[in-house]
């Protein structure tokens, strides 16, 4: 028998990636997803730190419109590395801290209101860009999309507020209500939005994710400013300062996915069915919609633990979710690709 008493353990980042595929493979199972298959953190995020022009962000963001969509192509059945998102996120960053210098400087209510207004959105937005460079048929303009974040977040605003107003179920559930309220009217705010744009142009697993993260992050924001403004003005500076810090961190494990997996069931039960009622009703939307739901109503269930142990492991489960529907999108679009006579790239 070979002697292993010597053997070296495993690398740390070896035990590390293969306990997340093992619990990536128990979610996925669990919830009758595709298994994530060959997914690397290294390789998807590989070209965040390499050298990309201002031409290369501006090529990037310039598609989507009738005449600047490209046709399909098997390339875009590859899982891509986006790097747009990380340079977002520093611009942001360096905006919010320009905001917060000059406040914690001078202490001008003029201030305010961008230190909230970009405190709110510098994550959520980093996170939309994400999906944006994910939605590799790169039908979906720029102008779309913020047009959903910004009408379509403040719909779901609206139309959440006013499902607790007319549901007992606050009263009932308490915080945890948010999980149907919250889930149910930024799904309704989608389907309104989308009455502003082409939608028969976006027939793709990947663009619903999208559409949907664009709903979600323009929630997240604004509520985020809301709760900013308030604790500023009932409690004080630091508190509002530091919400703003904690609820920026935590966005891209809550609305943001959230939304991109209700409406990528919405989606997937829409091809099957020729209405709302008959998609909202089918085991396809409600066995996929529960997810979010779920997710969301644990999240507001309770304390978060230490080091907010709570929302890591649910922020972890939606990516897990949200990958698979993307591998299965960019599936899609290798399907697509063969019908056409285009010989997919394999992953």
């Known amino acids: 028998m070979q002697d292993y008493t010597n053997a070296p353990d495993p690398a740390p980042a070896q035990t590390i990636g293969a306990t997340a595929q093992s619990a990536s493979d128990m979610i996925t199972d669990r919830l009758g997803l595709e298994k994530i298959e060959g997914f690397s953190a290294r390789r998807f995020f590989r070209e965040i730190f390499r050298r990309h022009s201002a031409d290369g962000a501006e090529a990037l963001l310039s598609v989507g419109a009738p005449g600047t969509t490209p046709p399909l192509s098997a390339s ?25 210098e000059a406040w914690q400087m001078y202490a001008n209510v003029n201030v305010i209101p961008g230190l ?15 999906f944006f ?25 609206l139309l959440s507020l006013f499902l607790y107003d007319v549901t007992p179920l606050l009263g009932i559930l308490g915080d945890s209500a948010a999980g149907v309220v919250e889930e149910v009217g930024k799904l309704a705010a989608l389907l309104l939005a989308l009455r502003l744009v082409p939608v028969e142009r976006y027939r793709f697993r990947l663009n619903w994710l999208l559409l949907g993260a664009a709903i979600g992050a323009g929630f997240a924001a604004f509520e985020s400013a809301g709760y900013a403004l308030r604790i500023g003005l009932n409690v004080s500076d630091d508190a509002m300062l530091d919400n703003i810090t904690t609820r920026g961190l935590l966005s891209p ?10 409406a990528a069931a919405y989606w997937a039960a829409r091809r099957e069915t020729s209405g709302f009622l008959e998609t909202v009703k089918h085991p396809r939307f409600l066995r996929m919609f529960a997810i979010p739901v779920a997710l969301h109503a644990v999240w507001d269930f309770g304390e978060g633990g230490p080091f907010f142990i709570k929302y890591l492991v649910l922020g972890f489960i939606a990516w897990v979710v949200v990958l698979s529907l993307v591998q299965t999108g960019l599936r899609d679009i290798a399907s697509e690709c063969a019908s056409s006579g285009a010989t997919p790239i394999k992953h």
């Open 253 to 262: 494990l809550g609305h943001i996915p959230w939304s991109a997996i209700a």
């Open 133 to 157: 460079e994910l939605n590799t048929p790169r039908n979906l303009s720029l102008f779309r999309t913020v047009q959903l974040l910004a009408i379509g977040g403040a719909t779901s605003l």
């Open 116 to 130: 909230i207004m970009v405190g709110s959105f510098a994550v959520p937005l980093t996170t939309l860009v994400l």
């Open 76 to 100: 875009m059945a590859e899982l891509p590395s986006p790097w747009l998102f990380f340079r977002v996120l520093l611009g942001t960053l360096l905006t919010y801290g320009v905001f917060r």
